[in-house]
């Protein structure tokens, strides 16, 4: 038998658009988020924690476990006094959703509220159009509504994920130039909450892949960090204090766009030129070999290996240059570089980074560590998830991204 309730109305009086928060609510997420970040804990630990008095978190807990919020777990027996019962997130207590949207995928992920995937897909598409795109996202909240049954009436809210240029380089990815600007003049938010009576939020897809790592990976033990994230376009994001930073146009750590050398009388290219997937698949193609191979373990595996050698050597160049610039600038405690790649290739390109790292001269700076992601080719869609979530259980509303409104505009 469960020692708690059921999910009560309780909880969807939090979901976004619910009151101001006041203090007791602010305490009551301080509680949750506590937990989230650092899994199940005794109330002593969440007292110490939070700063908050013993008494006030035995309260602020009996309250949660009423609401069916959290639930007790098993005694932790071996120590001197009482045993304590740890204090854990209630999986089903919640849900949300996060749509990464793609220049080649739309991917959907279904996370409970103690940030566990339930359920996810992925739909590829050659080139994304418009109004195939969003029918697909309705098909598959359809189909997450039916996963769910009455659990769906506590799903939080939806997360986008997207490319703020989502019609940019078209060229390079191959996009009819009509396609592209469909998507330029498109607001992406605001089409999907037309279709959905969920709030949606919206975040530029390599800001909701750093907010994923911070959450769920690497990023929880370093203060200020330049993510990498190695797509389609390879991009990143910034992470300065703790919290993800947008910057004023929300572009901060948008290394794909990073020049990699003087203009001089012509264009410079760019970092994406060099370390996106797009640049491998092409190379592929060129090689007569199959150009989808990049997305699986082929892509080190005879005859696509030498390719993919050549391609490393590139990008780990180019990611190099953006992490010594980025160190010089900002100081970083370390760099951390994920991929919607296979386990294996990330490990290679590290390898990479590392020594082209070592053929800088870092007098008058401070070499950063380069670290492998932990989230993997789920981050956007999982960082989309994340934000209903925080949005409406943690203690601070804006705390992961700050201009997530203006963001889904175009512009």
């Keep these: ?56 978190v035995s309260v602020i807990v009996e309250r949660l476990l009423d609401e069916g919020l959290v639930e007790r777990q098993a005694a932790q027996r071996g120590r001197v006094g009482q045993p304590s019962r740890p204090i854990a997130l209630r999986p089903d207590a919640a849900f949300a959703v996060g749509v990464r949207l793609g220049r080649r995928s739309l991917d959907v992920l279904l996370l409970d509220f103690a940030g566990q995937p339930r359920w996810r897909s992925a739909t590829p598409y050659p080139a994304p159009r418009v109004d195939e795109v969003f029918a697909a ?15 769906a009436g506590r799903i939080a809210g939806i997360g986008l994920a997207a490319p703020l240029a989502f019609g940019g380089w078209h060229d390079l990815l191959g996009m009819e130039a009509r396609e592209a600007a469909a998507w330029a003049g498109l607001d992406l938010r605001a089409r999907l909450q037309a279709a959905t009576p969920l709030p949606v939020e919206f975040a530029k897809d390599t800001a909701a892949a750093c907010v994923a790592e911070l959450v769920a990976g690497r990023g929880r033990g370093l203060e200020n960090y330049l993510y990498v994230f190695v797509d389609v376009l390879a991009g990143g994001g910034l992470v300065i204090d703790g919290q993800p930073h947008g910057g004023r146009h929300g572009n901060a750590g948008a290394i794909g766009s990073m020049p990699l050398g003087l203009a001089g009388a012509g264009r410079a290219g ?16 060129a090689a007569g070999l199959e150009p989808l191979a990049f997305t699986d373990a082929r892509v080190l595996a005879a005859p696509w290996e030498p390719v993919t050698r050549a391609w490393i050597a590139r990008a780990a160049d180019a990611i190099a240059f953006a992490i010594c610039g980025a160190a010089c600038v900002l100081d970083l405690d370390g760099a951390i570089v994920d991929g919607a790649v296979d386990r294996a290739l990330l490990a290679a390109l590290l390898t990479a980074v590392e020594a082209a790292l070592g053929r800088y001269d870092w007098q008058g700076a401070a070499r950063p560590p380069v670290l492998a992601g932990a989230v993997g080719a789920d981050a956007k869609a999982y960082g989309a998830a994340c934000l209903p979530l ?10 992961f991204l700050k201009d997530a409104r203006r963001q889904g505009r175009p512009g």
């Design 270 to 285: 760019q970092v994406l030129d060099e370390a996106s997937l797009v640049g491998l698949e092409r190379m592929f193609g």
């Design 390 to 399: 925080h949005s409406g259980f943690a203690p601070a509303h804006d705390l």
């Design 137 to 151: 996202i309705g098909a598959e909240l359809a189909r997450i509504h039916d996963v769910l049954g009455e659990g």
């Design 1 to 56: 038998m469960s020692d708690h309730p059921a999910a009560s109305d309780h909880t969807l009086q939090r979901l976004p658009g619910a009151n101001q928060v006041g203090m007791r609510e602010y305490n009551e997420r301080l509680l949750l988020q506590a937990i989230r970040l650092h899994g199940s804990l005794p109330k002593a630990e969440l007292a110490r924690l939070t700063k908050l008095s013993g008494q006030t």
